[in-house]
């Protein structure tokens, strides 16, 4: 590991302690809290991913689903996708916001994920038995591989991907995710297959597009960083979102993704209210108040309120 990197981890070792605690790390993000998750229907428990806006997705539903009357319990931070789609199957979790082109690729490497249109009835053909995926928001996030502005103008002036790769002499680091390690549509795989672009030996494992990653690329701690697309941060620090010219990473509308026992007329009418009403606009100002540390629950009352679905 060279110097740079060797530096990141240990600079970065007690945030991401701090980050875990904060989050109840030590304890089992699946552990059931006692009430009824099962198939009654009078209950549904809502999950989220191991980043900030899967956290407060989740708990806008939380919140509009108990406004409508219904009993929600939460087990947020759960982990991965390869985790929580588990935890759906196996009645964990009842419902779970999530992103329809990564879906989809997770659960058939070889779709076809450059039509938008299409990637809902692929996904009806995809899903397990037991699950189903709701209308998707026209907000979307999907993943996008940044770097400062001095490191692209230092290279000739990067403005996509593949100039990224024309440039790198072999030393350019790269933050990212632990699934990014072995992801073939979306992660170092792909990148080395569609931009011919090894990384493997010059990663470091950081957050999926969260403060760490973010905190690495600005102080050059590492050279590229992969953040969220809706991500206020990105302006805000003026860095330089690389155009994904071979597109590997795909559409990713915001769509609720439920156990099909709990999807009734009520909870599915609650749920594609607040996909109809989310914007990219909304989606990018609450990131940027969880950026701020506002906290995730008056985010998310705050929105619904917004929208009158409080």
Request: glycine share 12%; hydrophobic share 35%.
């Given at each position: 590991m060279n110097t740079k990197m060797k530096g990141l981890t240990a600079g970065l070792a007690i945030s991401a302690l701090l980050g875990l605690t904060a989050c109840g790390g030590g304890g089992d993000p699946l552990a059931n809290d006692g009430?009824?998750?099962?198939?009654?229907?009078?209950?549904?428990?809502?999950?989220?991913?191991?980043?900030?806006?899967?956290?407060?997705?989740?708990?806008?539903y939380s919140q509009a689903l108990s406004g409508a009357g219904m009993e929600v319990q939460e087990q947020l931070n759960i982990g991965s996708r390869e985790v929580y789609i588990t935890a759906l199957e196996d009645g964990s979790i009842d419902l779970i916001p999530e992103y329809n082109g990564y879906l989809l690729e997770e659960l058939d490497p070889e779709a076809d994920t450059s039509d938008r249109d299409a990637i809902a009835g692929q996904l009806e053909e995809t899903l397990?038995?037991?699950?189903?995926?709701?209308?998707?928001?026209?907000?979307?996030?999907?993943?996008?591989?940044?770097?400062?502005?001095?490191?692209?103008?230092?290279?000739?002036?990067?403005?996509?991907?593949?100039?990224l790769v024309e440039a790198d002499d072999g030393s350019f680091?790269?933050?990212?995710?632990?699934?990014?390690?072995?992801?073939?549509?979306?992660?170092?795989?792909?990148?080395?297959?569609?931009?011919?672009?090894?990384?493997?030996?010059?990663?470091?494992?950081?957050?999926?597009?969260?403060?760490?990653?973010?905190?690495?690329?600005?102080?050059?701690?590492?050279?590229?960083?992969?953040?969220?697309?809706?991500?206020?941060?990105?302006?805000?620090?003026?860095?330089?979102?690389?155009?994904?010219?071979?597109?590997?990473?795909p559409p990713a509308n915001i769509i609720p993704l439920i156990s099909s026992d709990k999807a009734s007329d009520e909870v599915v009418d609650v749920l594609n209210e607040v996909?109809?009403?989310?914007?990219?606009?909304?989606?990018?100002?609450?990131?940027?108040?969880?950026?701020?540390?506002?906290?995730?629950?008056q985010i998310a009352s705050d929105w619904l309120e917004s929208v009158d679905l409080a």
């Open positions: 009430g009824d998750s099962g198939g009654s229907g009078e209950s549904i428990t809502v999950g989220s991913a191991d980043f900030a806006e899967s956290q407060l997705l989740a708990t806008i397990p038995d037991g699950l189903m995926a709701l209308d998707p928001a026209s907000a979307e996030n999907t993943n996008t591989l940044v770097v400062t502005q001095e490191f692209s103008e230092k290279h000739g002036g990067l403005e996509t991907i593949s100039d680091t790269l933050a990212g995710p632990p699934e990014w390690k072995t992801r073939p549509n979306t992660g170092l795989p792909a990148i080395e297959e569609s931009y011919g672009d090894d990384f493997s030996d010059r990663y470091e494992t950081l957050d999926g597009g969260g403060p760490l990653s973010l905190s690495a690329v600005v102080n050059g701690q590492v050279d590229v960083a992969m953040l969220f697309s809706s991500d206020p941060a990105i302006a805000e620090n003026d860095l330089v979102a690389l155009e994904d010219d071979q597109v590997i990473f996909t109809a009403a989310l914007t990219i606009e909304d989606l990018m100002e609450m990131n940027g108040r969880v950026n701020a540390g506002d906290d995730l629950g």
